[in-house]
Structures are given as structure tokens and as C-alpha cells.
């Protein structure tokens, strides 16, 4: 009888073990390091089986039904894996060594968070030595560029020893570094993150599909309408920078059964007087961008924004200044006049922009951008100066 019992419990335990034996197995890597993807999911798309890869990149399903189906390998940071397989009866087919691509590579969105990382002084940088490493940031093999992007990116730090000149930045396709400069001012931009959010990074010289690149990289900023997520989003932050109130808003239509896809956002940034004495902070954007989809085809594009900018500026002194004032935020631009504490120095800035863009898709696999751009760049300093007088800097090496 003991004997009969411990057969019949062998036979149980056997018989679904026999059952398990048809399917797929492999090993998911990195395409670039030959790293192991682990936690990528591995799905048999017609029997709806799946299985998680471990953290060696193994993965095994061993509970499939034989015939022809569709292996799917889905993992955060990589392009989706498909491929045929033919299920043999009894046989756990090992597919081997299966290289995942990185999607980020040429195609690394902003976060909320980084938009918040960029202060006003790197965005109005008049030197143009600072790069904007942002766009970097995300999954990437390169440690050079993921640690630059992550520890740097709010400071003045030029990629390799680059200038910010041999970095390209288009929007809609369109080349938008400065004629005369040579480089992207972020400030023509008017803080309006959420706008102009959505963009595509090339490193280096490598392949990008909106234009040439260059040593220092590219990135494309698309500001299509139909590209925007409907819904209305803002904003309203209180700090002790150099504004001290932003409220921002968003809202977009999304494309509507006719076609038409419409967003719109604004913008206002104030401060009467920002964390450094005799600052002030005035600016005002508006952001549209208009879209007409005619067909699978054909879509016609119109973006305009601008951003009117007042501000006092600040500048730097001697350390015997910042230790008689024990102030390391000393400021020696400001002072009385009648009565009433003001900058002697005043920085105007205005560049209302306009680009249209015609979208063709000839062909499936095929796109062609024609894009044409305006744009009016205006910047005016302003001071106040003395004639036949002493100098009234209190800095003054007199003084």
C-alpha cells in the first residue's frame, strides 16, 4: 500500500514537469555594453505567456504550446524586441543572446524636474560659455555624459572643453543657433518650460534626423501642436532667485475630428527686488503654436512666442568690498536716488519668433521638413553715467 502511494505522489509530481517543457528561453543584454537587462519583460504575443528576465538577463517559458507565435521583449529605456519563433513540442528552444537597443539615445525627453534645475543666470548667460547638457540626461551608456548631465547640469559647464557655439539647437527642424554669436541663447525662450519641453538629443556627431550635428552635439526642440497632450496644466512657484514669483500656465486642445490641434501657454516672472540688493525682475511670455493636419500626408505648422524682459543686473567686485560689507551678494550697481532705490544698469530683451513648418510624408519610413523662420533679436543695456563728475561707484578704488 506504501509502496502504490508513493508512486502515485511520484506520478503527480512528474506528469506536470513533462507538461513544462515547450517553449523559449535566452539572454537579454545591452546592445551597446553586452550588459544583462534585467526586469525586461518577455512575452509570447498569440498565447499571452510571459515571463521577467533575472538579473543575469535569463529569461525561460516553459509552458508554451507548440506552432509559430511572436516573441515581444519590452524594457524601460530600450526599443521593443520582436522576432518569429516556431515552438517545437518538448523542446525549450534557447534563443541564445538577444541585444536590446537603446531608444534613449537620440530621443531623451525633459522632465518636469530638469526644466526646474535651470536658474536665470545660466539662461541669460551673455558669455555663451555654458552648454545646455539636459537633454542629456536620462538612459544612457556613456557615464561621461550621464554624470556631466546629472552633477553639472545647473552650472556653467562646457562639455569637453567645447564652447556652447559647436552645440546645435534647432526647433521645428529649423537652425536656431545666433547668426553673429554662434550660439543658442535659452533666454529668447522666456522660461517657458512646459512649452518647449519636448526635444530629441544627438551626442556628438552622431546621427541625428533633424539636421547636422556637431562636436558638441544637437538637439531639436518640437513645438508642433498636434504633439502636445490635451489638457490644461500650471504652475505658481515663490523663490528668492533673481524673480521671486513665476505663475505659468498651459492649455491644448489636442487634434480634434477635423483636423485642428491648438496649444497655447503663458508666462510671467516678477520680483521688486530679487535676492541680491537693487534687483528687479519684470517679464511677461506668450507662447501659440497652431496645427492643421490635412491628411495622412500633409500638416501645416505656425509657432510664434515672445517674452518682453525688464531687469536690473548685478556685477561682480573686489573681495575687500564683499568683507567691508559682509556680503558675499554685495552688489555695488544699486543706490538712492530722490529717495527711491534703483539699479544703475537696466537690461531690455524682446525676440518675437515665428516658425512655419509643412510637414510631407511621401512615403512610409519617409518625412520632409520645409521650414521657414522670423525672428527679431533686440537687446538694450541701459545705465546710468556721470560727466564732469567724481565716480560715483562706491567700489571706487578711492573709496
Same mark, same amino acid.
Given at each position: 500500500?506504501?509502496?502504490?502511494?508513493?508512486?502515485?505522489?511520484?506520478?503527480?509530481?512528474?506528469?506536470?514537469?513533462?507538461a513544462?517543457?515547450t517553449?523559449?528561453?535566452g539572454?537579454?543584454?545591452?546592445s551597446?555594453?553586452?550588459?544583462?537587462?534585467?526586469?525586461?519583460?518577455?512575452?509570447l504575443?498569440?498565447?499571452?505567456?510571459?515571463?521577467?528576465?533575472?538579473?543575469?538577463?535569463?529569461?525561460r517559458?516553459s509552458t508554451?504550446?507548440?506552432?509559430?507565435?511572436m516573441?515581444v521583449?519590452v524594457?524601460?529605456g530600450?526599443?521593443?524586441?520582436?522576432?518569429?519563433?516556431?515552438?517545437?513540442?518538448?523542446?525549450?528552444?534557447?534563443?541564445g543572446i538577444?541585444?536590446?537597443?537603446d531608444?534613449?539615445?537620440?530621443?531623451?525627453?525633459?522632465e518636469?524636474?530638469?526644466?526646474m534645475?535651470f536658474?536665470?543666470?545660466?539662461?541669460?548667460d551673455?558669455?555663451g560659455?555654458?552648454?545646455?547638457?539636459?537633454a542629456?540626461t536620462?538612459?544612457s551608456?556613456?557615464?561621461?555624459?550621464n554624470?556631466a548631465?546629472?552633477?553639472?547640469?545647473?552650472?556653467?559647464?562646457?562639455?569637453?572643453?567645447?564652447?556652447?557655439?559647436?552645440s546645435?539647437t534647432?526647433?521645428?527642424?529649423v537652425?536656431?543657433?545666433?547668426?553673429?554669436?554662434g550660439?543658442f541663447?535659452?533666454?529668447?525662450?522666456g522660461g517657458?518650460?512646459?512649452?518647449?519641453?519636448d526635444r530629441?538629443?544627438?551626442?556628438?556627431l552622431?546621427?541625428?534626423?533633424?539636421?547636422?550635428?556637431n562636436?558638441?552635439?544637437?538637439?531639436?526642440i518640437?513645438?508642433?501642436?498636434?504633439?502636445?497632450?490635451?489638457?490644461?496644466?500650471?504652475?505658481?512657484?515663490?523663490?528668492?532667485?533673481n524673480y521671486?514669483?513665476?505663475?505659468?500656465?498651459?492649455?491644448?486642445?489636442?487634434?480634434?475630428?477635423?483636423?485642428?490641434?491648438?496649444?497655447?501657454s503663458?508666462i510671467?516672472?516678477?520680483?521688486?527686488?530679487?535676492?541680491?540688493?537693487?534687483?528687479?525682475?519684470?517679464?511677461?511670455?506668450?507662447?501659440a503654436s497652431?496645427?492643421?493636419?490635412?491628411?495622412?500626408?500633409h500638416?501645416l505648422?505656425?509657432?510664434?512666442?515672445g517674452?518682453p *524682459?525688464?531687469?536690473? /543686473?548685478n556685477? !561682480?567686485?573686489?573681495?575687500?568690498? $564683499?568683507r567691508l560689507?559682509?556680503n @558675499?551678494? =554685495? %552688489?555695488?550697481?544699486?543706490g538712492?536716488?530722490n529717495?527711491?532705490?534703483?539699479?544703475s544698469k537696466?537690461?531690455?530683451?524682446?525676440?518675437?519668433?515665428a516658425?512655419l513648418?509643412?510637414i510631407?510624408?511621401?512615403?512610409?519610413? *519617409?518625412?520632409l521638413? /520645409?521650414g521657414? !523662420?522670423?525672428?527679431?533679436?533686440n $537687446?538694450?543695456?541701459s545705465?546710468? @553715467?556721470? =560727466? %564732469?563728475?567724481?565716480?560715483?561707484r562706491?567700489?571706487?578704488?578711492?573709496?
Amino acid at each position: 500500500m506504501r509502496l502504490k502511494l508513493f508512486l502515485l505522489l511520484l506520478l503527480t509530481a512528474v506528469i506536470p514537469s513533462l507538461a513544462q517543457t515547450t517553449g523559449v528561453a535566452g539572454t537579454v543584454v545591452d546592445s551597446n555594453t553586452g550588459v544583462p537587462v534585467s526586469g525586461a519583460t518577455v512575452m509570447l504575443d498569440n498565447q499571452g505567456l510571459q515571463a521577467t528576465t533575472d538579473p543575469s538577463g535569463e529569461f525561460r517559458i516553459s509552458t508554451a504550446k507548440a506552432g509559430d507565435d511572436m516573441l515581444v521583449i519590452v524594457a524601460y529605456g530600450y526599443q521593443d524586441v520582436t522576432m518569429n519563433v516556431n515552438i517545437v513540442n518538448g523542446v525549450i528552444d534557447n534563443l541564445g543572446i538577444i541585444k536590446m537597443l537603446d531608444s534613449n539615445l537620440n530621443n531623451v525627453f525633459y522632465e518636469d524636474q530638469n526644466d526646474m534645475l535651470f536658474d536665470q543666470n545660466l539662461l541669460e548667460d551673455e558669455e555663451g560659455s555654458a552648454q545646455s547638457i539636459a537633454a542629456l540626461t536620462g538612459a544612457s551608456d556613456d557615464v561621461y555624459y550621464n554624470s556631466a548631465s546629472y552633477d553639472f547640469q545647473p552650472m556653467r559647464f562646457r562639455i569637453r572643453g567645447y564652447d556652447s557655439k559647436y552645440s546645435e539647437t534647432y526647433i521645428n527642424g529649423v537652425n536656431f543657433n545666433d547668426m553673429a554669436r554662434g550660439r543658442f541663447n535659452y533666454s529668447t525662450l522666456g522660461g517657458m518650460n512646459r512649452a518647449f519641453r519636448d526635444r530629441t538629443a544627438a551626442l556628438g556627431l552622431g546621427a541625428a534626423a533633424f539636421g547636422f550635428g556637431n562636436i558638441g552635439g544637437a538637439t531639436d526642440i518640437n513645438t508642433r501642436a498636434s504633439h502636445y497632450a490635451p489638457g490644461f496644466n500650471g504652475s505658481l512657484a515663490y523663490t528668492n532667485s533673481n524673480y521671486m514669483l513665476r505663475a505659468m500656465a498651459m492649455y491644448s486642445t489636442g487634434l480634434n475630428k477635423n483636423g485642428w490641434a491648438f496649444t497655447v501657454s503663458a508666462i510671467g516672472r516678477y520680483a521688486n527686488e530679487g535676492v541680491i540688493d537693487g534687483t528687479f525682475y519684470n517679464s511677461f511670455g506668450l507662447f501659440a503654436s497652431l496645427e492643421k493636419v490635412f491628411n495622412d500626408k500633409h500638416s501645416l505648422n505656425l509657432t510664434v512666442w515672445g517674452a518682453p *524682459t525688464q531687469r536690473a /543686473t548685478n556685477s !561682480a567686485t573686489y573681495e575687500e568690498a $564683499y568683507r567691508l560689507t559682509d556680503n @558675499n551678494l =554685495y %552688489n555695488p550697481n544699486w543706490g538712492w536716488q530722490n529717495g527711491e532705490k534703483r539699479s544703475s544698469k537696466i537690461v531690455e530683451t524682446f525676440d518675437p519668433t515665428a516658425v512655419l513648418n509643412w510637414i510631407w510624408k511621401p512615403k512610409n519610413g *519617409t518625412t520632409l521638413n /520645409t521650414g521657414a !523662420a522670423f525672428r527679431a533679436v533686440n $537687446y538694450s543695456t541701459s545705465a546710468l @553715467n556721470w =560727466y %564732469n563728475a567724481a565716480d560715483p561707484r562706491p567700489d571706487y578704488y578711492r573709496y
